[in-house]
């Protein structure tokens, strides 16, 4: 096989006079210039000009106007004194982004852009060298073209050699989000609505306290002077927020941090370089522009560069650019040629191309040729190497992010970090994320809260006011200083109703909450990466799962198969398949010549390469599918798989590619190695999607006993008999495999030969023609669903979320699975990506609550099903792996990467990492999404209860006071509201997920963060502890006057126990009246009410002082206790009362639905309903039935 580099190349064209034989005659004029650049590659400037051109056809003359791409930085050199290269990072980005061998040859090919980074192409770079010349583009533009230079490499003074490619390049490290400090997120978790207010209530407050405490002295109950305390209240509440927006940031920073520490753990690992004329291994991170790498099967490529040497060098750049052909990789001047040869095959465009005389080439300035030395960046080979068959042409790029499929080779590389194709890819997707459902509506109530405790404010200080003046009438204070203090104890008297009615512990119970969850997620395999992600997964309402590694365990596994036509085999056959081989039998049933084709057809036609595992034992790197088939042949005793590839020599590889279903291998039998004898032999090994196997072959292997493989003709009872098989397997959820051979007696079979380097281009087609192949077999593998998977699918039905299955694979192995899985249910709809994708939008809008399998569908079908399900009110939850999976990731309201097999962009576009790749781990996800949810709205119950009670006795007691003095003084509404109900907001808001979170629907968007029930509690215990409190202060019943200091303690203690045990009973919010249940799973639940009491306790009898308190007895306390404890059975009472009774209040029917309409199953579940249940019957989308519908011929 010739080498894919050349010893003696070509003259290479690098001037517009010398193009003549790359063009016929006639024909219209090309412009070329360069593609539009990419958002993340727009950094050089760029000029349109307006060209009239007026070109000349056999039949007319017209005139149009083109305009045309100018990048004029791309061939100017740089006037940077402190660069000694010839190129800036800009420059050689424009050669990869997109491809543009134009460009390469402008700059003189491989060597001149090895010469202009001072780069070694044999040897290497040598890290202690220094750099004492500087190289200028003019000059490395000018050797190309035999141009003496006028602009000579200058000698400099001798700088360090990879401190300076540093410094112009940068390294191949990703900077790191623009970490935010402490203090910035210290900032950004102030800027809460709620936090706002309750800190400007606080300074108003403190100012106030300050004011008091100077301007107006306070005595004790014996007469005695004391210093004044009322400045503590708005102290301890701007500590309190101090609080809040600690632990928030502090938690965001951790978090942030413990991702960093992982992905830099995670994205280091070791290349092969050239460095110094020696092979060695460096980090990837140590990469620099102008090292030398090498590549090898099943490695990702970490930076930019272009093609040295190698052999047979393919790559899979699919990752990176979405195109599943596998790129060959060649020198230079072998693509050159390749394109000449293009044009002169394409004689028809060749004389389209040659009327105008300006080349396609990029070309330097030339004193012979002024007109022809435009700047403009020419991408005419890349457009006509695409627009040749659809085919991928070999070019001379290595792309970052890509995979080697198979070959060996070099590069130099010419990009990294940033300036990368992978790194402009993953800088792209660095947004900022959307606010979430829950922070929508926390902002509203915030601000719902802001009006409500303004308009309370505002009507006290009114009635206060009113009744002030009023008393003048029985005579006016004699000193004006009496008049401010009485208006400035008014004052502070509203300043106590702000601040009672912001709920200063809701910030910290939805930070505290999602703080609990991420950390407890994380032991359920759930990696955290967006806070908010948490909430937001509680709601979802749908999710687009992978089927491969998620669903499945991605453990592909040879479990049955069909040699010949008639010779079957299974692992661990039941006692009744007589006629079916247990696979270990297969080497003493089958004849020998037969199985040793197996064994070559299988070991040569993969790209699968022996490896180690993390562990570092054996193991099989690549492709799943090939990973299971040489695992097969091993277990019928094959020689090693390496062993036989090096035993014949590869003529020539056809990739596999998405277009022909199908890869092929050509090997050369020399002659004393096949029956023929007289001469050597060209086998091609083929395999593929078995239906179009089986359509190309011929004849079939037969399973006869003798020297040589024997086979016969492939007969119609024979096809129709391996078409039931082939059904039979995929209806198993078996993924199917057609293997087949054919011989040539030479090669290639036009009898073209290799030239320039490069393998004569033979079609594929020619392999397969006159339906040449002979069948070898059909080979089912299972890739068995993971455990777990079925009972998944079903809580997250029970749980109202719709789960559809997105998968490349073809429609009857999708079906087969999914209808495993419980995904297809009766009523279902199943429909292919390319049919899906070109629905007009009402038709997809119709289609899409029924969808439950996308098959053979794309990256980019995935996008569109993920936005239309969005545009259409879904909160959407997406499974992904692959870096084209990025923009669905990313545009999904929760993503979800895999930890194992995903790739480094979908981890980073992705919401949330599955650590162990498994869909369970996703209803796990949903339980903790809705746990957070409902610590939330617990713990605003029970504040919005405190809120409201505290008020209204505020309110009424201030205006009923004769000294117009709240009940509940300021110190003491700031212990209940700020710091019982921060300990509540830990108690509450981190009770454990419990399979009960899965027997309700999600909530939808436009759902109340209030619900009915809410309202009926939070409005039915406050009117119990307001007509409570009310009773004991102005009743009578305890023969103390209202203003007495024992008979305020006794109303201020009963006011806390209420809450205390208020707090049991708002751990459920629903209507079931078990309100212990799972009580002791939440210890934090147990020690927060324990301190409370303890507090209170201390509170009455020792800080009388501070809180203007005395010690009471014990028939107090009991009293105190005993009335708190009949909040549990007025919550069971406020329980038994119909929603329905309610049902006046809403007069709207959305909003009536939304309170009354039970739970939610989502924007498209009533449409859903039948598939849901399982209910009507098995339907499928008629417009499908357009589309030849080619089972199993996707990706193997």
Same mark, same amino acid.
Request: proline share 6%; with cysteine.
């Given at each position: 096989m010739a080498s894919d580099s050349n010893d003696k190349p070509p003259a290479i064209v690098t001037h517009p006079d010398e193009l003549g034989s790359y063009h016929g005659t006639g024909g219209e004029p090309t412009i070329v210039g360069t593609a539009t650049p990419s958002p993340v590659t727009s950094t050089t400037k760029e000029v349109t000009i307006a060209t009239t051109i007026t070109t000349t056809t056999s039949s007319s003359t017209t005139g149009e106007e083109i305009k045309i791409d100018m990048r004029e930085d791309l061939v100017t050199a740089h006037n940077d004194n402190n660069n000694p290269f010839a190129f800036i990072p800009s420059q050689l980005e424009a050669l990869m982004d997109p491809k543009n061998l134009d460009l390469l040859i402008k700059y003189g090919g491989l060597e001149g852009v090895a010469r202009g980074l001072h780069a070694e192409l044999h040897t290497g770079l040598s890290p202690n060298a220094e750099i004492s010349n500087k190289v200028t583009l003019n000059s490395i533009m000018n050797e190309s073209n035999n141009t003496n230079s006028a602009n000579a490499d200058t000698s400099i003074k001798p700088i360090n050699n990879l401190e300076q490619r540093t410094h112009v390049f940068g390294t191949n490290v990703l900077p790191q989000i623009k970490g935010k400090n402490i203090f910035q997120l210290m900032f950004l978790a102030f800027r809460d609505k709620t936090l706002i207010l309750l800190g400007i209530a606080a300074i108003i407050s403190l100012a106030v306290g300050i004011y008091e405490s100077i301007a107006i002295p306070e005595y004790d109950n014996e007469g005695h002077k004391v210093m004044g305390i009322k400045w503590v209240e708005g102290l301890v509440i701007i500590c309190a927020i101090t609080i809040v927006v600690l632990v928030g940031s502090i938690n965001d920073f951790q978090k942030d941090k413990q991702f960093r520490k992982l992905n830099a753990k995670k994205e280091d690992r070791q290349v092969k370089a050239t460095r110094s004329g020696n092979t060695t291994m460096i980090s990837v991170h140590?990469?620099?522009?102008?090292?030398? @790498?090498?590549?090898?099967?099943?490695? !990702?490529?970490? /930076?930019?560069?272009?093609?040295?040497?190698?052999?047979?060098?393919?790559?899979?750049?699919?990752?990176? %650019?979405?195109?599943?052909?596998?790129? =060959?990789?060649?020198?230079? =001047?072998?693509? #050159?040629?390749?394109?000449?040869?293009?044009?002169?095959?394409?004689?028809?465009?060749?004389?389209?191309?040659?009327?105008?005389?300006?080349?396609?080439?990029?070309?330097?300035?030339?004193?012979?040729?002024?007109?022809?030395?435009?700047?403009?960046?020419?991408?005419?080979?890349?457009?006509?190497?695409?627009?040749?068959?659809?085919?991928s042409m070999p070019d001379?790029?290595?792309?970052?992010?890509?995979?080697?499929?198979?070959?060996?080779?070099?590069y130099l590389v010419t990009s990294v970090g940033i300036h990368s194709y992978h790194g402009r890819t993953m800088m792209a997707l660095r947004t900022e994320d959307e606010i979430t459902p829950l922070q929508v509506k926390l902002n509203g109530l915030a601000g719902m809260i802001t009006k409500?405790?303004?308009?309370?404010?505002?009507?006290? &200080? !009114?009635?206060? +006011?009113?009744?002030?003046?009023?008393?003048?009438?029985? $005579?006016?204070?004699?000193?004006?200083?009496?008049? *401010?203090?009485? *208006?400035?104890s008014i004052l502070i008297l509203v300043v106590t109703v702000i601040v009672v009615a912001v709920p200063e512990g809701l910030p910290l119970a939805v930070t505290l909450a999602l703080a609990y969850a991420t950390r407890r997620m994380l032991k359920d395999n759930n990696l955290v990466r967006v806070l908010a992600s948490c909430e937001t997964m509680g709601n979802a309402t749908t999710v687009c799962s992978d089927k491969t590694g998620t669903l499945t365990q991605n453990k592909m596994t040879v479990v049955a198969g069909t040699l010949g036509s008639s010779f079957r085999f299974r692992r661990d056959p039941s006692d009744s398949q007589t006629d079916v081989f247990n696979v270990p039998n297969i080497i003493n049933k089958l004849p020998k010549p037969a199985l040793e084709l197996i064994h070559q057809g299988i070991a040569v036609n993969s790209t699968a390469f022996q490896g180690k595992d993390e562990s570092g034992s054996p193991t099989i790197i690549g492709n799943k599918t090939e990973s299971a088939l040489l695992s097969f042949i091993s277990e019928t005793e094959s020689e090693h798989f390496e062993t036989l590839r090096r035993q014949h020599e590869v003529e020539q590889v056809f990739p596999f590619s998405s277009e022909r279903k199908a890869m092929a291998t050509i090997i050369k039998i020399p002659s004393d190695e096949n029956e023929k004898g007289s001469q050597p032999i060209y086998?091609?090994?083929?395999?593929?999607? /078995?239906?179009?196997?089986?359509?190309?072959?011929?004849?079939?292997?037969?399973?006869?006993? $003798?020297?040589?493989?024997? %086979? =016969?003709?492939?007969?119609?009872?024979?096809?129709?008999?391996?078409?039931?098989?082939?059904?039979?397997?995929?209806?198993?959820?078996? =993924?199917?495999? $057609?293997?087949?051979?054919?011989?040539?007696?030479?090669?290639?079979?036009?009898?073209?030969?290799?030239?320039?380097?490069?393998?004569?281009? #033979?079609?594929?087609?020619? +392999?397969?023609?006159?339906?040449?192949l002979t069948l070898v077999g059909i080979i089912g593998i299972e890739d068995p669903l993971r455990p777990g998977v079925k009972d998944a699918v079903r809580q997250c039905q029970q749980a109202g979320v719709f789960i559809r299955m997105v998968t490349g694979d073809n429609v009857v192995t999708a079906k087969s699975i999914a209808r495993q899985c419980g995904i297809y249910t009766t009523g279902g709809l199943i429909m292919e990506g390319p049919v899906f994708r070109h629905l007009p939008p009402s038709e997809m809008d119709a289609v899409i609550p029924r969808l439950q399998v996308l098959a053979r569908s794309s990256p980019e079908d995935k996008r569109i099903l993920v936005e239309r399900l969005k545009e259409m009110g879904e909160i959407v939850a997406v499974t992904g792996d692959g870096t084209n999976?990025?923009?669905? &990731?990313? &545009?999904?309201?929760?993503?979800?990467?895999?930890?194992?097999?995903g790739t480094e962009v979908a981890k980073e576009a992705s919401s949330i990492i599955l650590m162990d790749d498994?869909?369970?781990?996703?209803?796990?996800?949903?339980?903790?999404?809705?746990?957070?949810?409902?610590?939330?709205?617990?713990?605003l119950e029970f504040q919005l209860t405190v809120n409201v009670t505290a008020v209204v006795l505020t309110f009424i007691s201030g205006v009923a006071s004769e000294e117009q003095k709240s009940v509940l003084t300021a110190v003491q509404l700031l212990w209940v509201n700020l710091i019982m109900d921060t300990l509540a907001a830990l108690a509450l808001a981190t009770?454990?997920?419990?399979?009960?979170?899965?027997?309700?629907?999600?909530?939808?968007?436009?759902?109340? &963060?209030? /619900? @009915?029930?809410?309202?009926?509690?939070?409005?039915?215990?406050?009117?119990?502890?307001?007509? #409570?409190?009310?009773?004991?202060?102005?009743?009578?019943?305890?023969?103390?006057?209202?203003?007495? %200091?024992?008979?305020?303690?006794?109303?201020?203690?009963?006011f806390v126990f209420c809450q205390i045990f208020n707090e049991i009973n708002c751990r459920r919010i629903d209507r079931k009246l078990n309100i212990f249940h799972n009580i002791w799973a939440n210890k934090f639940f147990i020690i927060v009410f324990i301190v409370c009491i303890f507090l209170q306790a201390v509170i009455v009898n020792f800080a009388g002082v501070a809180f203007?308190?005395?010690?009471?007895?014990?028939?107090?306390?009991?009293?105190?206790?005993?009335?708190?404890?009949?909040?549990?059975?007025?919550?069971?009472?406020?329980?038994?009362?119909?929603d329905s009774w309610f049902g006046f209040l809403f007069r709207n029917p959305n909003t009536r639905r939304r309170y009354l309409g039970g739970d939610y199953k989502g924007p498209l579940m009533s449409a859903g309903s039948l598939y849901m249940a399982g209910n009507g019957n098995d339907t499928t989308y008629d417009k499908s039935e357009e589309v030849d519908i080619k089972k199993n011929q996707d990706s193997y």
């Open positions: 140590d990469i620099q522009v102008g090292d030398i @790498l090498h590549l090898e099967p099943g490695e !990702v490529i970490p /930076s930019d560069g272009i093609f040295i040497e190698g052999h047979n060098l393919k790559c899979d750049e699919s990752a990176a %650019t979405g195109e599943s052909d596998a790129v =060959r990789k060649l020198d230079w =001047r072998a693509c #050159v040629h390749k394109i000449y040869q293009l044009k002169g095959d394409n004689n028809e465009e060749a004389e389209e191309h040659n009327h105008q005389k300006s080349s396609d080439y990029l070309v330097p300035p030339s004193p012979n040729n002024r007109v022809a030395s435009s700047s403009s960046v020419g991408t005419a080979t890349t457009r006509l190497a695409t627009a040749h068959s659809g085919k001379p790029f290595i792309i970052s992010g890509s995979k080697v499929l198979e070959g060996v080779g070099t409500l405790g303004s308009i309370a404010a505002v009507l006290m &200080l !009114v009635a206060l +006011l009113i009744r002030y003046f009023v008393g003048f009438r029985h $005579g006016i204070p004699s000193e004006p200083t009496e008049i *401010v203090s009485d *208006v400035m086998r091609a090994h083929i395999k593929g999607a /078995s239906e179009i196997i089986v359509q190309h072959c011929s004849r079939v292997l037969a399973v006869d006993q $003798g020297d040589h493989v024997q %086979t =016969r003709a492939f007969t119609e009872a024979d096809r129709t008999q391996i078409d039931h098989i082939i059904q039979t397997y995929a209806s198993q959820s078996l =993924r199917t495999i $057609g293997i087949a051979y054919r011989d040539f007696t030479h090669w290639p079979p036009n009898g073209s030969s290799a030239t320039n380097g490069i393998e004569p281009d #033979v079609p594929y087609d020619d +392999l397969i023609q006159d339906q040449g999976d990025g923009p669905a &990731l990313k &545009l999904a309201d929760v993503g979800f990467s895999m930890g194992i097999a498994n869909f369970a781990s996703i209803v796990r996800a949903i339980m903790w999404g809705r746990c957070v949810n409902d610590g939330v709205r617990k713990f009770d454990p997920p419990t399979e009960e979170l899965l027997q309700r629907g999600p909530q939808p968007k436009s759902a109340p &963060l209030i /619900s @009915l029930q809410m309202w009926k509690m939070i409005i039915g215990q406050s009117i119990f502890q307001i007509i #409570v409190t009310f009773v004991l202060l102005y009743g009578g019943i305890l023969d103390y006057h209202p203003e007495d %200091t024992i008979l305020q303690t006794i109303v201020f203690n009963t203007q308190v005395v010690q009471i007895d014990g028939p107090s306390w009991a009293i105190a206790i005993v009335v708190g404890m009949f909040s549990l059975p007025v919550g069971v009472l406020v329980r038994l009362i119909p």
